[in-house]
């Protein structure tokens, strides 16, 4: 699994991004989007706002599980929405995929690769935005944040990593 | 043959989804390059994100270093100030950022440990009592003595404070006392609001200690109302999930 | 304070600020002789001069204070000297407390009435509160703070 992570402001403005892979089945962490689709990663996380914004009316929950999915990449979206409004948008994009004409080859291709359960999968991400969900707390509770500003931190950047390695 | 087109792709021209060519330069430039000379980054463990969000749950602030800390703000606030209503303002726009902050940190910290953040609000009665008992006893050490609806409008909720702790030890001079310096609690209010997506056509606070009824003023002179008025979109959207839920 | 059980005649309160203006003044009782408010002003700036005076005939430092009482207002320059701090006649009693810095206050009270000094530290545990803590306040300027005069009211006219 190749995963894109993007954290999207209230003024639905990027504020953080992390690309990484799986550490599972020794997995080495790094990102392995095909190069002739990686540029609509940021599209597809993007686009996926507007189901975001009916999603979260509809309880109070954070993490809104996977609301989104773009076949042609395979690649499904899991969101997460904080208190203040700050989106956490996780596309994560199995690596194999033979052909991406056609869209049938996803559901094959989720069920081959990875032996984990879509339950496991579901718990491991969850685990992995509440764990990012604390550091980010961390980050706006800095004096010198503003709302809807870019974090820079690298501290921050390394916790959100670590929480890949522990979870993903 | 071509990929069939997501179901959403109209999407992206509603959503501009990387708002600002700019924004999106600045968070490459963020993630490639090394941090700017003269900004150093703790390597001793000491960041913020060492440090436990539940740990200072309980602790309590001196009521005097308050106290003294309120004065300098003020005094800030008061800096070529053209009126009691913009003194007002500057004291609200220093409240707002407290309250984006205090709605996280709450609700993060209100399960118990471990467990997952408790839940949003998404109407606008969990978010008033959200404000009224847990934002009220974290900042005051008790909840708010009222919350009402008001009776004219629709749009306009009261939360009322008998002895707004901010306003202790401040008397306000008599050519000024149209001003209540608890504003600034209104901000805090109407930052809570507006991030947890309840945008307000503004939050006030007001005196209701005179002439609000007999034995009324003997007993709590410093009676403020903290009066809220949501934006039409929200009643609109409460309106929409109450047919709904 | 629930130790001042004692009936309590507390006729006025002057604050003089550190240049000796008066800053403060109010009468709890009636008792005292009418003064005009010039004559506060006055007795005021005298005060603080006969203090200064009176400051600069105490003995050198590190000996304890040669007045009489000695174990008046409490204060964290114990060794400081300290200048006059009571002035007693037989109708009346003039205690006066300086704070570290330089602000003075003057207590009329009967001449026998007791644990002025603990009235004293209120007061101005009270004037540390409602004025110092007041962002509308000015130092050193005449202090108008409504809720210093109500609970100063309060304090003084609850226990009388």
């Not at chain 1, 989007?33 to 009316?57: C, G, K, P, Y």
């Not at chain 2, 490639?32 to 602030?61: C, F, H, M, Q, W």
Request: net charge positive.
């Amino acid at each position: 699994m190749s995963y894109y992570f993007v954290i999207i402001g209230t003024k639905d403005n990027p504020l953080f991004e992390h690309e990484f892979g799986t550490y599972r089945q020794g997995g080495d962490g790094i990102s392995r989007f095909r190069e002739d689709t990686r540029h609509m990663n940021q599209f597809v996380a993007h686009a996926s706002l507007d189901i975001l914004e009916e999603v979260q009316w509809a309880g109070g929950q954070m993490y809104l599980k996977t609301i989104d999915r773009y076949p042609p990449t395979g690649s499904t979206i899991s969101a997460f929405i904080t208190a203040a409004n700050a989106k956490f948008l996780l596309l994560h994009q199995p690596n194999n995929i033979s052909t991406t004409s056609n869209p049938s080859s996803l559901t094959a291709n989720r069920n081959a690769p990875t032996s984990t359960t879509p339950a496991a999968t579901d718990e491991a991400i969850k685990n992995f935005f509440n764990d990012v969900y604390d550091s980010w707390v961390k980050t706006i509770m800095n004096p010198f944040w503003r709302v809807d500003t870019p974090v820079r931190s690298p501290v921050f950047r390394s916790r959100v990593a670590a929480s890949a390695k522990k979870y993903l | 043959m071509n990929p069939a087109p997501p179901a959403h792709a109209h999407a992206p021209s509603l959503k501009t989804p990387l708002t600002t060519a700019q924004q999106q330069q600045q968070l490459a430039a963020g993630r490639n390059v090394s941090p700017s000379p003269g900004l150093r980054y703790p390597s001793n463990k000491k960041t913020i994100y060492d440090r436990n969000l539940s740990r200072s749950k309980n602790a309590e602030l001196s009521r005097a270093a308050f106290g003294y800390l309120f004065v300098e703000m003020i005094g800030y606030a008061q800096r070529r100030v053209r009126g009691v209503a913009d003194l007002e303002k500057r004291l609200n726009a220093q409240g707002y950022p407290l309250g984006l902050k205090l709605l996280d940190l709450l609700l993060t910290r209100s399960p118990l440990p471990s467990t997952s953040p408790s839940l949003r609000p998404t109407r606008i009665l969990p978010l008033l009592q959200f404000i009224t008992t847990t934002l009220w006893k974290h900042l005051f050490g008790r909840p708010a003595d009222a919350l009402e609806r008001s009776a004219a409008n629709a749009d306009e909720y009261m939360i009322s404070d008998n002895e707004p702790l901010v306003n202790t030890y401040i008397s306000v001079p008599r050519e000024m006392s149209q001003l209540n310096c608890a504003a600034y609690v209104a901000g805090v209010i109407e930052g809570v609001c507006d991030g947890a997506g309840f945008a307000t056509r503004g939050v006030s606070a007001h005196w209701v200690g005179e002439g609000g009824g007999e034995g009324g003023k003997g007993m709590w002179p410093g009676k403020t109302v903290f009066l809220i008025r949501f934006a039409d979109e929200v009643l609109e959207r409460e309106e929409i999930l109450g047919k709904n839920g | 304070m629930a130790i001042i059980k004692d009936r309590l005649v507390v006729f006025a309160l002057l604050v003089i600020n550190k240049a000796g203006g008066l800053i403060y003044n109010r009468e709890f009782h009636s008792g005292l002789n009418k003064m005009s408010s010039n004559d506060y002003l006055i007795l005021a700036g005298t005060f603080h001069g006969v203090h200064a005076i009176t400051k600069s005939l105490s003995p050198l430092p590190r000996t304890q204070s040669a007045n009489g009482t000695s174990a008046s207002a409490p204060s964290p320059f114990v060794n400081r000297p300290t200048g006059l701090e009571v002035l007693e006649s037989a109708h009346f009693r003039l205690q006066c407390f300086q704070t570290v810095t330089g602000t003075k206050f003057l207590l009329f009270t009967e001449p026998q009435q007791p644990n002025v000094d603990n009235v004293m530290k209120r007061i101005y545990e009270l004037y540390s509160d409602y004025v110092m803590k007041n962002p509308f306040y000015t130092v050193e300027m005449p202090i108008r703070c409504e809720k210093f005069d109500r609970s100063l009211d309060a304090f003084v006219k609850v226990k009388s």
